[in-house]
C-alpha cells in the first residue's frame, strides 16, 4: 500500500506543470474530446510506467545493498532539484493527428514521457518499493490525478494553478523522501 500511495503523490505534485501537462491543454483544445484523450493518456502511462518500474525493480534486485540504496535516495534527491526547473512543451514537437484524439494522445504521450522526471521517478520508486505493479498503478493514478482536470478545465485551470508552489511542494517530497530512504539505509530509524 505503501508504494501506491507514495507514488501517486510523488507522480501527482511532480506532473503539475509538467510539459505533459501542457501537451493534455494543447490536445484537449485542439480536439474538445476529453475522454479519448483521457483514455490515451491512461494507456500512454501505463504502458510507459510499467516499463519503468518493471526496469527500476528489476536493477534493485541486482544491485541490492546499501550503496544502491543510497543512490536511488540521491536519484529522489536530484529528481526533487529537478522539479524546480519548469517545461516547456513546443507545439512543433506534437505527433500528426491522422489518428485521431486517442491515438494521437497515446503516441504523444508515450514519446514525451521516456526520459522525462515522472519516468525517471517510476524508475526510482520501482527501484525502491521492489514492486513494479502497485508502482504503476500509483504513478498512472497520479499522472490521471494531474492531467484529467485539464482535459475539462483547460486553459482557466492553468491560469488559476499557483505552479510555482506546487513544483516546490513536489521539489520538497522528492527531497525528502530521497533522505529518508538514506536515513533508513543508514539505521537511523532502528
Not at 45 to 58: C, D, I, K, P, Q
Amino acid at each position: 500500500m505503501e508504494a501506491l500511495v507514495t507514488s501517486t503523490a510523488v507522480v501527482a505534485l511532480a506532473e503539475i506543470g509538467d510539459k505533459t501537462m501542457l501537451l493534455a491543454m494543447l490536445l484537449a483544445a485542439r480536439f474538445r474530446q476529453p475522454v479519448p484523450i483521457a483514455f490515451g493518456i491512461l494507456f500512454a502511462t501505463l504502458a510507459n510506467h510499467f516499463l519503468a518500474a518493471l526496469l527500476g525493480s528489476s536493477i534493485a534486485g541486482w544491485f541490492d545493498g546499501d550503496l544502491f540504496r543510497y543512490l536511488v535516495a540521491a536519484g529522489f534527491v536530484v529528481m526533487g532539484l529537478w522539479t524546480l526547473v519548469p517545461d516547456k512543451f513546443d507545439e512543433d514537437d506534437e505527433p500528426a493527428s491522422r489518428g485521431g484524439a486517442f491515438l494521437t494522445t497515446l503516441i504523444a504521450f508515450f514519446l514525451v514521457e521516456i526520459g522525462d522526471k515522472t519516468q525517471v521517478a517510476t524508475i526510482a520508486l520501482g527501484a525502491r518499493f521492489h514492486d513494479a505493479l502497485a508502482v504503476t498503478a500509483g504513478t498512472t493514478v497520479g499522472m490521471m490525478l494531474a492531467n484529467a482536470p485539464v482535459l475539462w478545465l483547460g486553459d482557466r485551470l492553468a491560469d488559476r494553478l499557483p505552479l510555482a508552489r506546487i513544483r516546490m511542494a513536489a521539489a520538497i517530497l522528492f527531497v525528502a523522501l530521497g533522505l529518508w530512504l538514506a536515513a533508513e539505509t543508514a539505521g537511523m530509524f532502528g
